[in-house]
């Protein structure tokens, strides 16, 4: 199953996406499926319709939780040690956008960085959970750009600004309930060319242990998300580059990057 947010140009709706890739039609939904049951409006409308737009599928209520340096690769390749915990960050819901949407570039960084990531979506108000309950309390799972102002962050020490500006958290393009994630395929391609290649199965901590782990210090709400760390590979993207980070079993999400003068 997947479900996506969309708006053809009212208010955003929900929708499930059935077909195959290019014939997609969307189901409309009567409400939101993260925090009501909801049923099929009997409406359905075809993905590729030129009024239509795919939406970032949640907006985070409350908070996003990052999670650095959950691949070995990843951390070697900035130089850094892996960490002994999770190491946890907070990027605010004005940094989340949606599907095409444009990364905006700050004004005050010459250096962004894309991460590929999986993005887990909390179903469920969540304290102190063990890891063995932690997955009952997931409601999906996304594919995530945790856009990086790399320069800003060594510079500021703090990651706020670096990882929390708008534009810097794009979703999408829909969310997946009920996925095994324990392998899935991690990438990220900068206009065509392949520039991350990871696995799931390559993160230090998994997707069970950081929502336990999460939970600890966070009231988790039910539309906050988790984004679980990227792969080795991160570089710079410019002006006119097309950004694509894709999870297997999930989908493609597409972002063109600009700089306003
Ligand atoms: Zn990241």
């Known amino acids: 199953m997947r479900i996506a947010r969309f708006t053809t140009g009212d208010d955003p709706r929900y929708a499930l996406v059935d077909g195959e890739p290019g014939s997609e039609q969307l189901v409309v939904l009567t409400g939101d499926p993260i925090y009501m049951p909801v049923q099929p409006t009997g409406e359905q409308v075809p993905l590729d319709r030129d009024d239509v737009r795919l939406l970032a599928p949640v907006i985070p209520r409350s908070k996003i939780i990052g999670v650095g340096r959950n691949y070995a690769e990843h951390a070697a390749e900035l130089g850094n040690e892996v960490p002994a915990q999770p190491l946890l960050f907070l990027k605010p819901n004005t940094s989340v956008i949606g599907p095409d949407d444009p990364i905006v570039l700050p004004a005050w960084s010459q250096e962004v960085h894309h991460e590929a990531e999986l993005a887990v979506v909390i179903g469920k108000v ?46 999408g393009p829909w969310v997946v309930p009920g996925l095994d994630v324990d392998d899935l395929g991690v990438s990220a391609r900068v206009n065509g060319e392949v520039r991350q290649d990871g696995r799931t199965s390559q993160m230090i901590f998994d997707v069970a242990h950081l929502v336990s782990y999460v939970s600890e210090a966070f009231t988790l709400l039910p539309g906050d998300v988790i984004l679980t760390g990227t792969p080795a590979g991160v570089g710079p993207v410019v002006h006119g580059d097309v950004v694509e980070i894709e999870v297997e079993d999930i989908g493609v999400l597409r972002n063109p990057v600009i700089r306003r003068d």
């Not at 800003?152 to 990882?163: E, F, H």
């Open 126 to 171: 969540t304290r102190d959970v063990s890891p063995e309950k932690a997955l009952a309390q997931v409601f999906g799972f996304t594919v995530a750009n945790d856009v990086t102002a790399r320069d800003v962050q060594r510079t500021d020490g703090q990651w706020a600004r670096a990882k929390g500006f708008d534009s810097s958290c794009p979703l």
